[in-house]
């Protein structure tokens, strides 16, 4: 009976030995049970730290292959946990990885896929309820690039380079950190040198009770050597996109940053792609848009001239005017979309 005893704690000991080898314990935590529906295991392994970083990746070297640890999504997983984010954040379902998740307070689990090839990627976040309803997404776009300052000339080393990283604090706060840089690039043995100007700037986001992410600004941190400020921009306006599915408060940020921009392009120019990405705001969510858009339009409203530019498919918008509640904003708007001539500058990008 003894002898019995031994060889099933024995065995027991063994079992437990080789779970704890093969990827993490998992959690025994409700609040991930959604996960579990859709046959994603959540280990210990998968808990999202105090920080995200990924390794470089670099833009053009067609022959480098990424080692990303993730959970490949299959059909079903894609389709529940990423597709009812909308459009704007739907991609091709085979390159999307789970890279882990977190609490974000309230019941709510706050999960970070990473999405792309070899060329390039982008990092998304959202927020999940206790079911796995999508409340909000956030596109956190490239954390790391570099590519050639002259596309046409493979023998110039000269590169502009992207890091980022993503930091956690607390269960619903979280920053996102950009630095770009001029250097010399290696391509072939992967080495920066001779950095001539960098640029780092942070957008701080909380999670409200809601689970929506809320932008609570973007500033400027470091600054070193003479700053090509059109190029900054050329990144720094991608990163109107780096914000909530209802939040406005990204708006409100390059509202105040238009002067900027208009310092940096012409604004007539027809490869400036702030008109771009600002009609791409509009498309992330129409009615917040507009909202936003009409109640700007006696405080200010710096992005509108933008938006006249990139709007593409008039019809549509004057449609979407039309499911506005606020019959002045209706009239408003419907009067200015009318006065706009017919050639959106961005049909040539």
């Known amino acids: 009976m003894t002898t019995n005893r031994f060889h099933w704690i024995s065995s027991l000991v063994l079992v437990l030995i080789l779970a704890s080898c093969s990827g993490g314990n998992k959690v025994a935590n409700e609040q991930f049970a959604f996960f579990d529906n859709l046959g994603i295991t959540v280990t210990d392994k ?24 993730g959970i490949s999504l299959n059909n079903d997983q894609y389709q529940a946990l990423i597709v009812p984010a909308g459009r704007e954040f739907a991609n091709a379902m085979s390159l999307w990885q789970l890279l882990g998740v977190r609490d974000a307070g309230n019941g709510h689990t706050l999960s970070a896929y990473y999405v792309g090839d070899n060329v390039g990627y982008c990092i998304y976040l959202i ?15 490239e954390l790391h690039l ?77 600054e070193q050597g003479k700053i090509d400020q059109y190029a900054v921009m050329d990144f720094r306006s991608w990163d109107m996109l780096v914000c909530s599915l209802h939040d406005d408060g990204v708006m409100n940020v390059w509202n105040d940053h238009a002067a900027l921009v208009n310092e940096t392009y012409d604004p007539e120019y027809k490869y400036n792609p702030f008109p771009w990405d600002v009609t791409r705001l509009y498309e992330m969510n129409p009615q917040r848009f507009l909202k936003w858009m009409a109640a700007k339009r006696e405080d200010g409203n710096h992005l509108l001239p933008y938006f ?39 049909r040539h990008l």
Request: aromatic share 8%; glycine share 6%.
């Open 46 to 69: 998968l808990l999202l730290g105090d920080s995200l970083v990924l390794s470089d990746i670099y833009n053009g070297q067609s022959n480098q292959e990424n080692d990303i640890d």
């Open 127 to 141: 927020v999940h309820d206790s079911k796995g309803k999508v409340l909000d997404a956030l596109n956190a776009r």
């Open 308 to 346: 006249k530019l990139g709007v593409d498919d008039r019809p549509a918008l004057i449609d979407e005017i039309g499911s506005l509640d606020d019959p002045a904003a209706r009239q408003w708007l419907t009067a200015i979309v009318n006065s706009w001539d017919n050639t959106p500058l961005t």
């Open 146 to 222: 570099v590519w050639r300052a002259n596309l046409s000339d493979p023998d110039d080393n000269n590169a502009f380079a992207l890091d980022g990283t993503i930091t956690f604090e607390g269960k619903n706060k979280l920053t996102l950190h950009r630095v770009m840089s001029h250097c010399m690039m290696d391509f072939d043995a992967d080495v920066k040198s001779d950095e001539k100007w960098r640029q780092g700037w942070d957008q701080t986001y909380s999670i409200d009770d809601d689970g929506q992410f809320i932008l609570h600004g973007q500033q400027v941190v470091t």
